[in-house]
Every structure is written in structure tokens, then in C-alpha cells.
């Protein structure tokens, strides 16, 4: 289990490697997918910007719309254009940025006026750029495309060098390769770093499998000694028993032979004393 949660627990370098990863999901996800979505509506309807959501973002190539409004933008923004249908685009008012397409480009300029037909509808619409002195001219409503709703300052210009090679290559390559490179170099360090634990590990069981058997072994003489001890102490027992026994039969013999001795002694005063009484008789 403890290997187990050991192998489970990340590291800084995976935290950080997930940062990465997720910091390049969140900028190239939709850039690919904004990028694709332009790029299969283009060709579909090439009458009308390509749009995501009903929203078609424009790089601003021109400094016509740099003025001192709040709503103004200069070249190089990023502007966002509302694409309206025939019903919207009758609630078109004056001083509102549009987007209209003219000899086969798309223009965005204010609305300086509108003008109306004898139904009251709106038939065209006069635009002039904030940088401009002169109108645009009387411009059809059906050429009209969409309404500019908000700009980014220098965003168009990244834009459009998303769309060069080197703006690919740069923007897109680079950062994957370096990905790449971390990831490869923290993989190649936290292996080395696991074969190194692993290595100790194993020495360190080794150092745990020799003092086991160390100890088993110390055991045994331990064991051996105190039953040659045992035996020593057992044999010595055995020697003074016998001593002790060799001791008493000696004392016995000699006691016996002592009465023996005695007996005949005894013996031969009878007999003297018999022989006495014989030769008085």
C-alpha cells in the first residue's frame, strides 16, 4: 500500500508539467477551433464573414476608424462584427460601426446617416471612417453584413500573423516542442530518480536480509554454548557422583576388612581359652 500511494503521489514536476499542459489546452483549443470554423464557413458562404456563434472576427487593416471615440479603433485591432439578418438590419441607427462589403471586400465604418425609402424602411446607409473627411457614399442595405460590437487593440495583427507559416510555427510549434522537451527531460530525470530509490531499496533489504541472518546465527552459537554448558555442568555432576560412590565403597570395604580382623582375633582367644580348660582338665 505504501508503494502503492508512493507511486500515486505527484511531483512538482508532474504539477508543473499539467500547468503547462493546460495553459497550452486553454490558448491552442480554440484557436484551432475558432481558426478551423472560420476556414469551413469561408468557403461555404464566401457572401458574408465567417462567423463563430453568429459573431465574425475581422483584423482591421486600415487606420480609417482611428479617431477619438470611445468605440474607435486603429489598425491592427481586432474587431467583432454581429452578423444580422434583413430584419435586424432595419434597426440600424446613426453613429453605430458597420460592416458592409464593397468591390469584393469588407469595409467597417460609422453610419453618418440613414436613409429610408417611402415605406419608412430603411434602404441604405451612409458611412464615413473616423479618420476620414469624406463619406463613403450611399451604401445598400443588402451590402450591409453585420454590426461592430467591440474591438481588441493589436489583436488583429497577431491574428494575421497566425495565419503565416512562421506565425504557425512560432506560436503553435514552439511551445509544443518545448512541452515536449520538458516532459521528455522530466521522465528521463524522475526514472534515474526511481532506479536510484529503487537501488536503495533493495541494498537497504539486503542490509535487513544479512543483520536477520546475523542475528539467526548469533542465535544458534548462543544456543550451542549453553548446551555445552549444559553438558559440561552435567558431566561434572556425573564425575563428583561417582567420586562420591568410589569414596563410600572404600569406606565400606575398609570398615568390613576391620570387622574381619576382629573376628578372628576373637576366634583364637576362644580357642586359646579352650585350650586352657582342656589342659586343666
Known sequence: MEEQSKKKKLTKGDIVSFVILGVLAVILIPVFIINFTLIIKGSIRSEVPPDVFGIAPMAVT???????????????????????????????????????????????????????????????????????????????????VGRCTGSIAGAGSFAMFLQTPLGIVLVVGVPVLIYVAYDVIRITLNNRRAKAEGQAETESEKDKEIRRLQQLLAEKENGEHSSETADLSAGAETTCYAQENDERIVSETAENSGHGEYGDSTDKKFDASDGAEKESD
Open 62 to 144: 486600415t487606420g480609417s476608424m482611428d479617431g477619438d471615440r470611445n468605440d474607435s479603433f486603429a489598425e491592427g485591432a481586432l474587431i467583432f462584427v454581429d452578423i444580422l439578418d434583413e430584419k435586424e438590419k432595419q434597426s440600424l441607427t446613426e453613429g453605430e460601426i458597420v460592416t458592409f462589403r464593397t468591390n469584393g471586400t469588407y469595409v467597417t465604418h460609422r453610419i453618418v446617416s440613414v436613409i429610408r425609402s417611402a415605406d419608412n424602411s430603411i434602404s441604405s446607409v451612409i458611412t464615413r471612417g473616423d479618420a476620414n473627411n469624406a463619406d463613403d457614399g450611399a451604401i445598400p442595405l443588402e451590402n450591409v
